[in-house]
């Protein structure tokens, strides 16, 4: 669309809405993607014999439909929210960082180690939790930079590699017994740390015997602003934008790109952290050997389906949180498997990915060259 049509008062009648839909449905592609998702996941319970109204009425009912199930959502997409913002920076600096998960559990356990071995007050041992975690996840996170930058190994084969090292590396620390690492002596049997001070457990109000909603979600709003604000506004936002669009310009303009992957995969680890050390100061105060599986790998979904947009991640994590939350009354009350939801968020994800399929159906505009870079430019780029 160009500027000329994009400035004018569009043409009253049905000619007008057909300009305003071509000058805004390109922004809906998400929404479009989500809802056709749910169109083919209808048809599949159908075509099952499944009664597909039943089934999304629970799943709207389980994620949204009360108060306890918005706190358990908004609980549930916390981590998604975080993660999924450890994800987009990235992306922005044309790196694909799928370490997520293996940066979690780096905080975690560093959020662990905080809150079983120091003594502080609460208003200094939950900020004292949240850097430990940020750190835990920098550290982790900056290998990865460092051999990117340094020896050009691709950042998708360190990150995954680096999240068998994480998970591997916590559960050993776990469950060792001789000697005691992170595991409770006092509780052998149970495949957990020892619970974190209850002086670095992030303060909330109880909904119900089993939810409790903290202040994580505070904490992931201002991760979402000071993201926005870092990409946007700051000079380290504009070279780390620079970078991940053209590396070569980038250099012709002086920027340091080894330092700037170094310093993007490091913030996306310190977000990663911060996630891990939410999860375990506002919902578990422990650390168990299967405590993130699989979140560091839906948070590239929930990144990808905000088209790694800092505020669109808020809302992309709280469908995913919903979908999660949701799944167990629409199983319930549709009789399905629990594996329907999970077939539902990868048609989400496939139309995300393969948009020009949702562009087609929707007759919406193919995207103007070079839009499509931010996300593929992690896979090929330099």
Same mark, same amino acid.
């Given at each position: 669309?160009d500027?000329?049509?994009?400035?004018?008062?569009?043409? *009253?009648?049905?000619?007008?809405? +057909?300009?305003?839909?071509?000058?805004?449905?390109?922004?809906?592609? *998400?929404?479009?993607?989500?809802?056709t998702?749910?169109?083919?996941?209808?048809?599949?319970?159908?075509?099952?014999?499944?009664?597909?109204?039943?089934?999304?009425? #629970?799943?709207w009912?389980?994620? %949204?439909?009360?108060?306890?199930?918005?706190?358990?959502?908004?609980?549930?997409?916390?981590?998604?929210?975080?993660?999924?913002?450890?994800?987009?920076?990235?992306?922005?600096?044309?790196? %694909?960082?799928?370490?997520?998960?293996?940066?979690?559990?780096?905080?975690?356990?560093?959020?662990?180690?905080?809150?079983?071995?120091?003594?502080? *007050?609460?208003?200094?041992?939950? *900020?004292?939790?949240?850097?430990?975690g940020?750190?835990?996840?920098?550290? =982790?996170?900056?290998?990865?930079?460092?051999?990117?930058?340094?020896?050009?190994?691709?950042?998708?084969?360190?990150?995954? &590699?680096?999240?068998y090292?994480?998970?591997?590396?916590?559960? =050993?620390?776990?469950?060792?017994?001789?000697?005691?690492?992170?595991?409770?002596?006092?509780?052998?049997?149970?495949?957990?740390?020892?619970?974190?001070?209850?002086?670095?457990?992030? /303060?909330?109000? +109880?909904?119900?015997?089993?939810?409790?909603?903290?202040?994580?979600?505070?904490i992931?709003?201002?991760?979402? %602003?000071?993201?926005? =604000?870092?990409?946007?506004?700051?000079?380290? #936002?504009?070279?780390?934008?620079?970078?991940?669009?053209?590396?070569?310009?980038?250099?012709?303009?002086?920027?340091?790109?080894?330092?700037?992957?170094?310093?993007? &995969?490091?913030?996306a680890?310190?977000?990663?952290?911060? #996630?891990?050390?939410?999860?375990?100061?506002?919902?578990?105060?422990?650390?168990?050997?299967?405590?993130?599986?699989?979140?560091?790998?839906?948070?590239?979904?929930?990144?990808?389906?905000? +088209?790694?947009n /800092?505020?669109?991640?808020?809302?992309?994590?709280?469908?995913?949180?919903?979908?999660?939350?949701?799944?167990?009354?629409?199983?319930?009350?549709?009789?399905?498997?629990?594996?329907?939801?999970?077939?539902?968020?990868?048609?989400?994800?496939? %139309?995300?990915?393969?948009?020009?399929?949702?562009?087609?159906?929707?007759?919406?505009? +193919?995207?103007?060259?070079?839009?499509?870079? &931010?996300?593929?430019? #992690? =896979?090929?780029?330099?």
């Amino acid at each position: 669309m160009d500027q000329a049509v994009e400035g004018r008062a569009p043409t *009253p009648g049905p000619a007008g809405f +057909r300009e305003y839909y071509s000058r805004y449905a390109p922004y809906l592609v *998400p929404v479009f993607a989500v809802f056709t998702a749910l169109v083919v996941g209808a048809l599949m319970i159908g075509l099952t014999g499944g009664d597909w109204l039943a089934a999304y009425i #629970g799943l709207w009912e389980g994620s %949204f439909g009360s108060p306890t199930a918005i706190a358990n959502t908004v609980v549930r997409a916390t981590p998604f929210i975080i993660a999924g913002l450890a994800v987009a920076v990235a992306f922005k600096a044309g790196l %694909f960082n799928i370490g997520a998960e293996g940066q979690l559990y780096a905080g975690a356990v560093c959020v662990v180690l905080a809150g079983t071995l120091l003594q502080l *007050p609460p208003v200094i041992h939950i *900020p004292v939790g949240i850097m430990a975690g940020a750190i835990g996840g920098a550290a =982790w996170a900056s290998i990865a930079g460092f051999l990117k930058a340094r020896t050009g190994a691709h950042e998708v084969i360190n990150t995954i &590699m680096l999240n068998y090292i994480a998970i591997r590396l916590t559960d =050993w620390l776990i469950k060792s017994k001789n000697p005691y690492l992170l595991g409770d002596p006092a509780d052998p049997s149970s495949a957990r740390t020892m619970y974190i001070a209850e002086t670095m457990r992030l /303060p909330g109000f +109880r909904v119900s015997d089993t939810i409790i909603l903290h202040l994580g979600i505070l904490i992931a709003i201002g991760l979402v %602003f000071l993201v926005a =604000w870092l990409l946007n506004r700051t000079t380290i #936002g504009f070279e780390l934008r620079t970078v991940g669009s053209n590396p070569n310009a980038a250099r012709y303009a002086g920027i340091s790109v080894p330092k700037t992957i170094i310093l993007a &995969m490091a913030f996306a680890g310190a977000l990663a952290g911060i #996630g891990g050390a939410g999860e375990v100061m506002g919902v578990r105060y422990a650390l168990s050997t299967d405590f993130f599986s699989g979140l560091g790998f839906d948070a590239i979904a929930v990144a990808l389906l905000a +088209r790694a947009n /800092p505020i669109g991640i808020v809302f992309s994590g709280l469908l995913w949180g919903g979908l999660l939350t949701g799944a167990r009354l629409m199983q319930v009350r549709a009789g399905l498997s629990i594996d329907v939801i999970k077939i539902v968020q990868a048609l989400i994800i496939m %139309f995300v990915a393969a948009d020009q399929i949702v562009r087609f159906i929707y007759r919406i505009p +193919r995207r103007p060259p070079g839009e499509e870079t &931010m996300i593929s430019k #992690g =896979w090929g780029g330099g």
